[in-house]
Structure formats: structure tokens, C-alpha cells
């Protein structure tokens, strides 16, 4: 056991160093959140989205930047593993490591430590950008950054195991983009990270509300939104039980589907 | 007693995908220290023998044992006394040379040293260079570099010298020795015939899922494949089989003089022998395969 977690702890670097060297995955997945959010913030730099119980004006960055730290775990996480584990799968990088003794466990350790890595790099920097470049207020109390913690770590390992579980989909490492994209594509437009969640159609809104990101985008606003903010959502209110129990639902599901679903190779085909 | 046991050892395999048979009951064994040669050709079930021994394929029926496991069933203590080189390989590989051999040493319990088996595959120049941007053929080295660097016990190479340029082949050869010297044993598929007449101790041809003949390199194919041709001008050209080339020249000398015209000795290569055996196979097979599709439809 004590060499699964030395090898897991090592697959992490091994891995982390690889993302930083592939320029797609960096723009697509890390850098993605924080051009959206420049676009948003710039593009609505006059626009008001309502006031806080002391009168401010909720800024544009404001408004966006729970939406984005939203958008880059569910990109980090879901998007990023299911294409790379299909890629893996299909260049032979899966097959060479099921025929060492590298432990399943181990590469797993690796995955999910190189989404923490890169998801908390990448959730900083969308932080500093909104900070520092856009003024947007934050949280200044520890309360609202504990529920930002549990929020985010809960959100980045429920979207690296389903990616996981997704990685299965796609028949080629080619194919693994365009089936991966569209899906966290629509996810994004009907979970409130780019349209505001309750201009939504209901019926939208219900089907949103069974799909993990719809919890995180709702955690992740419970945080950055002024208080008062919550009488815009679903009962008038942040629902962080609700936040919590989703998403540790999808973890489940992710689980099951990714050792029902996992192999170093498709045998026998 | 284990130290007579063969490291590789299959009896009867046998597997096939739906209706079509790959591998229609092998049997063969590989002593320790050995290098043993599987040849065939496209399509015969070498791939699937090998990858059924690597553990990577299930077996319909029959027996296989490597170093005392079924492959089947092979956990991690026996991958690490594996080495395999898989056919091919097209990661993309966004990590080092180095990088890549430091951390794949790393699972296994002895490693070779990184910097040995970097200068026996001859990329002590690119040992900082993206596996990516690496040339197929240097690739192919690292692949080769992967394959030894746990120190196996057993080497499987597949088709290991695809690509290479002669030098690099010769190279790969030279390698290759002294792991055997070092009494590694090896299974190695290859399409060139002079890479498992330099390597090989025993040959197996496989074709049609079947093995059709098995032994030392210089005894494959039968004394009678071996033969030698002798060739000569007389009212154009006319060859003859003999094992006694030595009296059909002389033969010749009496009735065409001394110098006789366009005179060669031929001894079949080891790839003229299996030219010669799969081809007489591949007609055998075609027949019985159109009487089966016969009864099919």
C-alpha cells in the first residue's frame, strides 16, 4: 500500500508536468474560465447587476465570478479527464501502463491530484483576476471561504471521477473532443454559469437541477453573491445541504460508473 | 524442479473472435535464457499469442503459463518481472526522454540504471528532448528502453525493430546479446529473418493460428529446405538441388571445363526456408478455408 501511494504521489508531478506541455489542454480547460470572465467583465463593465443591503452596485466580474470558479472545476475536472484518459486509451499510453506493475490506484492518485493541482492554480488565478484586475469584493470572513473549500474540493474530485466515467464514451482519442465539449458545453448554458440560472424556463431549470454543475454554480454563488442574493434562487434560498447532497450523489454515481467502465485496454477487441 | 521449468510454457491455445479462429491450438515452451522466434506471417497469431502471454487478451481454451502464473491472472509482482515492447506505440508523450525512464523505473523493485539503458539504446543526445518531437525510430528505442528497464526476467518483443535504420538495428542487436548474456529470456516476433537468425536460439512458425514447424534457428524447415541450390549457364540457366554440391560441380566441370559459366552455391537463407514453409501452408489453407465457408453458407 505504502508503494501505491508513493507511486500515486509521484504520478502527480508526472502528470502535472504533462499538462503545463500540452498547449490545448491549457487553453481549453485552464485559461478558458479567465478569458470568459475578462469577456464578461469588460463587456458589462457599465451594466448593474442589482445592489447589496448597502446600496453597492454588483459589478460584472462580480456577478461572473462564481460562474467561472464554476466553469473551471467542471472544466479541470470532467472535461479535462475524460478527454485525456480517451486519448490515453486510444495512443497506447493505457496499454504500455497495463503491462507494468504500476497500480490502477496509483494512476488514479495521479489523475485527481493533477485536476486538485491544476483546479486550485486555476481557481486562484481566476480569483486574482477578479481581485485585483476587475476590484470585485470578496469574501472577507472565514465562513464564507470554508463553504468556498468544501464547495470546490467536493466539486473538482465529482467532476475528475465522472470525466472518468465519461472517458469510456468516446471510440477514438480524436473523437474524445468533440463528444466531450458539447456536453460541458450545455451543461454550462443551462446551469447559470453563462445565463443567469432563473431566467431560465422552469422546465429547463428541472432538468439542470439534476446535473451536478447547476449545485456547484448555486455553492459557489452562496459564497461570492452579497447577502439578499438568495431570494433570487430556486425556495428563496443558497440550499447548501442541497449543494452538498447532489454533489456527493453524482460522486456515488461517478464511483460505480468508473469501476464499472475503467480498463488499461478494451480486451479482446 | 523449478530450475528445469520453462519460463514460458503453452499447450493446445487456442482463440477465436466469433466464427474466426486467430489461434487454432499452439503448443510450445521457452527455457530459461532462451530467444525464442516467432514468426508468420500478417495476421497469423503472433500478436495474439504474444498479448495473450503479456496478459493483455484471455485465451478461448488451453494452457499457458508464464514464469509459473497463467497470464490470465497475473497481478503486479508478476508484471514486474515482465518486460514487453508492444508493436506499436503513438503516445504523445509531452515528457522527457529521462523523465519518462526515471519514472517508469520507479515501479519496479530493480531497476536498471536510467543512465545505462538511456546510452545501450543510444540516446544519450536526446535524453532532454519531448518524447513527441522524438523520430519514429527514436521512439522506437525508447519503447525498447521501457521494455528493459525493470530488469525483467522475460522480454517480450513485438516487431521491435520496425523503423530502425540498419545501423540502428545493429545497434539494437548488440543489446539485445547481452541481456542475453545476462540470461535474460526473450520471445521476439520479427518479419525480418536475418533479426531472428542473429537473436533466435529456437524459431516457431505460426500460420493460420497453427504452428507449422518449431526448432533451432539452423534447424528449421527440415534438411530438405536446407539444401543447397547450385546454379549455372547452359543453354541458360539451370539450377539443381543436392547435398552433394561438391560432385555435381565437379560433374559440371567435366563437361563445361573448369571455369563454369555463371556457377553459384546457394545455401537457403533461414528466410528462404520460411518463404518456402508458409507458402506451401498459405495453399493448404486456402482450400480447406474455401470447403469451410462451403459448409458455412
Wanted: aromatic share 8%.
Amino acid at each position: 500500500m505504502s508503494n501505491t501511494l508513493t507511486l500515486g504521489t509521484r504520478r502527480i508531478g508526472y502528470e502535472v508536468r504533462q499538462y503545463f506541455r500540452q498547449g490545448d489542454t491549457v487553453f481549453f480547460t485552464f485559461l478558458f474560465p479567465l478569458v470568459m470572465l475578462t469577456i464578461f467583465a469588460t463587456a458589462f463593465s457599465e451594466t448593474s447587476f442589482g445592489e447589496d443591503a448597502n446600496g453597492n452596485d454588483l459589478s460584472a466580474a462580480e456577478f461572473y465570478l462564481p460562474a467561472m470558479l464554476a466553469a473551471g472545476v467542471l472544466l479541470s475536472g470532467l472535461q479535462n479527464m475524460a478527454v485525456d484518459i480517451a486519448v490515453e486509451k486510444s495512443d497506447g499510453t493505457l496499454k504500455r501502463l497495463g503491462g507494468s506493475p504500476l497500480p490502477v490506484l496509483s494512476y488514479f492518485m495521479g489523475k485527481i491530484g493533477q485536476v486538485l493541482v491544476t483546479g486550485i492554480l486555476q481557481a486562484a488565478a481566476i480569483l486574482l483576476l477578479a481581485g485585483v484586475v476587475f476590484q470585485a469584493a470578496l469574501p472577507t470572513d472565514a465562513e464564507h471561504w470554508l463553504t468556498f473549500a468544501w464547495v470546490f474540493v467536493l466539486g473538482v474530485v465529482t467532476s475528475a471521477i465522472l470525466g472518468i466515467a465519461l472517458s469510456a464514451i468516446p471510440r477514438s482519442g480524436k473523437s474524445a473532443t468533440a463528444v466531450i465539449i458539447p456536453i460541458t458545453l450545455v451543461l454550462q448554458f443551462i446551469s447559470g454559469v453563462y445565463l443567469s440560472f432563473t431566467q431560465l424556463p422552469e422546465w429547463l431549470q428541472n432538468v439542470a437541477s439534476i446535473f451536478p454543475l447547476k449545485w456547484m454554480a448555486q455553492g459557489m454563488r452562496a459564497v461570492f453573491l452579497p447577502e439578499g442574493y438568495e431570494v433570487l434562487e430556486r425556495g428563496e434560498s443558497w440550499d447548501l445541504p442541497g449543494v452538498a447532497l447532489f454533489t456527493a450523489l453524482w460522486l456515488v454515481v461517478g464511483l460505480v460508473a468508473a469501476r464499472l467502465s475503467f480498463r488499461w485496454i478494451r480486451k479482446d477487441s | 524442479m523449478t530450475d528445469t521449468q520453462p519460463i514460458v510454457s503453452v499447450r493446445d491455445l487456442r482463440k477465436s473472435y466469433g466464427s474466426f479462429t486467430a489461434l487454432d491450438g499452439v503448443s510450445f515452451d521457452i527455457e530459461p535464457g532462451e530467444t525464442f522466434a516467432l514468426l508468420g506471417p500478417n495476421g497469423a497469431g503472433k500478436s495474439t499469442t504474444i498479448e495473450i502471454l503479456e496478459g493483455y487478451r484471455d485465451r478461448s481454451s488451453g494452457e499457458a503459463r508464464v514464469l509459473g502464473t497463467d497470464p490470465g491472472k497475473g497481478g503486479l509482482a508478476w508484471k514486474a518481472r515482465l518486460g514487453i515492447v508492444l508493436q506499436s506505440s503513438g503516445e504523445s508523450g509531452a515528457i522527457t526522454v529521462r523523465e519518462q525512464l526515471t519514472h517508469f523505473a520507479g515501479f519496479y523493485p530493480n531497476p536498471r540504471s536510467v543512465d545505462d539503458v538511456i546510452a545501450a539504446v543510444g540516446l544519450e543526445a536526446k535524453q532532454k528532448t519531448l518524447i513527441r518531437n522524438l523520430s519514429g525510430g527514436q521512439k522506437r528505442r525508447v519503447d525498447v528502453a521501457l521494455g528493459v528497464i525493470g530488469r525483467p526476467e522475460l522480454l517480450f518483443l513485438d516487431e521491435p525493430t520496425t523503423g530502425f535504420d540498419p545501423e540502428a538495428r545493429h545497434q539494437f542487436w548488440d543489446l539485445i546479446r547481452q541481456l542475453k548474456s545476462e540470461g535474460t529470456t526473450i520471445l521476439l516476433t520479427t518479419h525480418y529473418l536475418d533479426e531472428a537468425a542473429q537473436l533466435g536460439d529456437r524459431a516457431g512458425v505460426i500460420a493460420g493460428g497453427r504452428l507449422i514447424d518449431i526448432g533451432a534457428i539452423d534447424e528449421i524447415g527440415g534438411a530438405e529446405a536446407r539444401e543447397p541450390i547450385v546454379r549455372w549457364f547452359e543453354n541458360g540457366p539451370r539450377e539443381e538441388r543436392t547435398t552433394t554440391p561438391g560432385s555435381l560441380i565437379a560433374a559440371l566441370q567435366q563437361r563445361l571445363g573448369v571455369e563454369v559459366p555463371g556457377l553459384e552455391i546457394i545455401r537457403p537463407s533461414l528466410e528462404d526456408v520460411y518463404l518456402g514453409l508458409v507458402s506451401s501452408t498459405s495453399s493448404v489453407q486456402r482450400s480447406t478455408g474455401s470447403t469451410t465457408e462451403g459448409v458455412a453458407a
